[in-house]
């Protein structure tokens, strides 16, 4: 290394020395430079930007720019400080107080000689209060030379600094923005940043500037076009980086060996499309066709099915099952809950009639076996279902989480398939990949929770998509009300009647709850996100519609309960209707029941909490009122909806709320009524939370490399990355003609890429 130069990989306590290098790492976690070259500013402020003083609150870390009002120092001789300065400093508007100890008395006079009444200066600190007057106490200041004693604190003045934009950092109590500005300074004067990792060709053609002028302009804007110019590189580099990563994976992949599991024309498959009631959708054979192939290949699968609820993902996962089975392989489905495990269970079995009957009289020839592993499934028959995985007499075996425990040992396990798949981490994923013998199943994931492209690109950057479009044919739209229940009470009422209206001409209904009601957290060893809501006092609760409830209450009262509701409902508005209830609190035994006689029409009305969220398919079922409505997530309340219209009659959807209109929980609703496109809501949901928290999901909490990228704001920069990276990687695909790519991306990803390893 060059004496005197500074590399990206320099650590900090080099860079800067010991001291400084370790506080910036404790307080923000950047041990090299090149991570603290990437802690970008949160925002910047012109100089002559007036910060309002009279709206600081206790805690807050500030910077403000202020004129010096007044100073006075006081010699302390019996204390362990020589002497105690005050300043007060203003911006024209209001006063704020800085407090100075001091042990010298040349400490004194620099004080007294700097911080002249009238100079103008900022000042950074912590704000804190002390006998109930705010204060900064030992602020960092620095005076600005060039303004004239008693300037106006006015736009004239700040126009006089405004040329200079200065950064303003995410900062703590301990390390100020101010030290880490000067930090970055320092490096700046010193870095090489070593070869640009972006192709040349790329650069150029995208008119984006160098990596090292990017990094200057970031910390040192000279002007907002400045700025701008080196934000767009800067993107460009964690687009391309990630997007070259992912590509690398995909190609690594690829060429990885698989067992391939071509179809067979006369099979369990073929005699299964045979035995189908219905016709499968243009969208469901196209898929269905591509996944056949993928299955052929000699390297896995990885393939994401989105579709709208009720878009019939999972019969193309039983015809991808089958032709692995058929091949001679087993397939796992993953299912998130209890529920929808013993609802796969029913439905493939009754859909495979004698076709899963292996070992039973009357089955077909080349019958196989379906086998069913929950937390629940008791001793003898977890026994027989271990024992049919185990010698391969079970092809399909469908369950929960229960699937990845270690004594699960498959003969041979072809296709790992996982339903609803946002409800599961990374590592539930590979945990039943890894029992295939090879290590190298196909994988099939499934989400109803539609993602956006580039979200889909970026967090699943590795796995292929297909996409179901439209819903089966005879599918009848769902109408989504929001009633408000607080100020218009008669709608509640209107509500219930339409609730016994659908039943007396022979449909069911659901009323969504967002907790269960009955004591302290459940302790639930399977499902904990079953019910996401903790139980606690139960509410009054006033059902009738006839009587508004206390608006007074509103945000205060505890939301309303699957015990209280149905308790209610019972006694008054649904007197005389068989109501049923759901929760993730009841025996799985129970839950089975209760489930099967909501199927089976011996329940006309199920009040449940979260727990049928995902997949649920009651076609007979027709309206759902969900309570507390606000309370939901839209992609949430987008998923318990789609539980009614899944058969030939219209479906109905009521939002009850006591969100007063025009709040933005109100908005979020009327929204989700005015929409029945999942993918307009998802972006909605999305918009709501940050980046960080889309991918910080996805990764199970890992760190993310993603600073400045928007998924969804950027998403043609992130396409046209693709494109380039896919490209590069395909013509280089270890990056040997590419040195500075491959150390950029390891240095940018190195987090990034244990997950991406894993994916
Ligand atoms: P999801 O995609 O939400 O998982 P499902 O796979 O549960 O949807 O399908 C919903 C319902 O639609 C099921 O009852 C299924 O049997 C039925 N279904 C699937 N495909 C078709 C089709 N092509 N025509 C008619 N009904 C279908
Ligand atoms: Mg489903």
Redesign the pocket.
């Known amino acids: 290394m060059l004496p005197g130069v500074t590399t990206l990989r320099e650590p900090l306590t080099r860079a800067l020395g010991p001291k400084t290098g370790k506080a910036l790492e404790t307080a923000l976690g950047t041990g090299t430079v090149g991570e603290l070259l990437r802690h970008y500013p949160r925002r910047y402020y012109t100089r002559g930007e007036l910060t309002d003083l009279s709206s600081l609150r206790e805690g807050d870390h500030v910077t403000v720019l202020a004129r010096v009002d007044h100073l006075s120092t006081r010699r302390m001789p019996n204390r362990s400080f020589t002497g105690l300065g005050e300043v007060i400093i203003t911006d024209d508007r209001a006063k704020l107080r800085l407090t100075f100890f001091f042990r010298t008395i040349k400490a004194e006079h620099i004080l007294r000689n700097t911080l002249v009444p009238g100079m103008v200066g900022m000042f950074a600190g912590t704000v804190s209060s002390y006998k109930g007057r705010l204060q900064l106490v030992h602020p960092e200041y620095e005076m600005l030379p060039g303004a004239p004693p008693n300037a106006d604190l006015t736009p004239e003045l700040a126009a006089e600094f405004a040329t200079e934009l200065t950064p303003v950092y995410p900062a703590t109590a301990k390390v100020s923005s101010w030290m880490i500005s000067r930090s970055v300074k320092i490096i700046l004067e010193t870095l090489d940043a070593g070869p640009d990792p972006l192709p040349a060709e790329l650069v150029e053609s995208h008119g984006l500037y160098g990596r090292a002028e990017a990094i200057r302009a970031i910390h040192r804007p000279l002007d907002w076009a400045d700025h701008k110019r080196a934000v767009q590189r800067l993107k460009w580099d964690e687009a391309f980086m990630l997007q070259s990563a992912l590509a690398q994976r995909r190609m690594a992949a690829a060429a990885l060996p698989a067992m391939p599991r071509p179809p067979i024309e006369d099979g369990i498959a073929a005699d299964f499309d045979a035995r189908l009631p219905?016709?499968?959708?243009a969208g469901?054979v196209a898929v269905g066709e591509t996944i056949s192939m993928d299955l052929a290949c000699a390297y896995p699968m990885h393939r994401l099915l989105q579709?709208?609820?009720?878009?019939?993902?999972?019969?193309i996962a039983i015809r991808a099952m089958l032709q692995v089975v058929d091949a001679g392989g087993q397939a796992a489905l993953l299912a998130p809950t209890e529920v929808l495990a013993q609802q796969h269970y029913r439905?493939v079995s009754d859909?495979l009639g004698p076709l899963a009957q292996r070992g039973q009289l009357g089955a077909a020839d080349h019958a196989t076996g379906v086998a069913l592993l929950t937390g629940s499934v008791g001793a003898a028959a977890r026994r027989s279902a271990l024992s049919d995985v185990f010698t391969g007499d079970a092809g399909i075996v469908i369950g929960t989480h229960a699937l990845l425990e270690e004594q699960v040992q498959f003969a041979d396990l072809g296709l790992v398939v996982i339903?609803e798949q946002h409800r599961f981490g990374v590592e539930q994923r590979d945990a039943l990949r890894a029992k295939a013998a090879d290590n190298r199943p196909h994988v099939l994931v499934?989400t109803?929770t539609p993602i956006p492209r580039t979200v889909a690109m970026t967090v699943y950057g590795d796995l292929e998509t297909s996409t179901?479009t439209e819903l089966?044919?005879?599918r009848s739209p769902i109408a989504t009300h929001v009633v408000p229940a607080a100020d218009k009470p008669h709608f509640l009422e209107r509500a219930w009647a339409r609730v016994k209206e659908e039943v007396s001409s022979g449909r069911q209904a659901y009323v969504v709850c967002p907790r269960i009601g009955d004591g302290p957290d459940p302790d639930e060893p399977d499902y904990p996100e079953e019910d996401d809501f903790a139980s606690m006092e139960p509410a009054t609760v006033d059902l009738s519609g006839g009587v508004p409830r206390s608006v007074t209450n509103v945000g205060r009262r505890q939301p309303l309960s699957v015990l209280d509701v149905a308790a209610t409902l019972d006694a008054g508005p649904l007197a005389g209707l068989r109501l049923g209830i759901l929760h993730g609190r009841l025996h799985p035994d129970e839950k089975d029941l209760v489930m099967r006689a909501f199927s089976a029409g011996e329940i006309d009305v199920l009040v449940a909490t979260t727990v049928i969220e995902v997949?649920v398919?009651v076609?007979n079922a027709t309206v759902m009122v969900i309570m507390d409505a606000e309370r939901f997530g839209v992609s949430q309340l987008h998923q318990l909806r789609?539980r009614v219209g899944?058969g030939s009659a219209p479906g109905l959807c009521l939002l009850v709320t006591d969100a007063p209109p025009a709040t933005p929980s109100r908005e979020r609703l009327d929204a989700v009524a005015a929409t029945l496109d999942g993918f307009q809501l998802s972006r909605l949901d999305l918009e709501q939370r940050r980046e960080g928290d889309v991918l910080g999901a996805a990764q199970a909490g890992r760190r993310s490399s993603l600073r400045l990228l928007q998924l969804l704001k950027d998403e043609d920069l992130i396409g046209q990355a693709r494109t380039e990276a896919t490209a590069l990687v395909s013509a280089d695909p270890n990056l040997t003609r590419h040195p500075a790519l491959r150390e950029a991306i390891e240095e940018l990803l190195g987090v990034q890429a244990e997950y991406l390893d894993k994916t």
């Open positions: 219905f016709t499968l959708t469901q579709g709208e609820v009720g878009s019939g993902k999972t019969v439905s859909m339903d499934m109803a179901l089966p044919s005879g997949g398919d076609p789609g899944r």
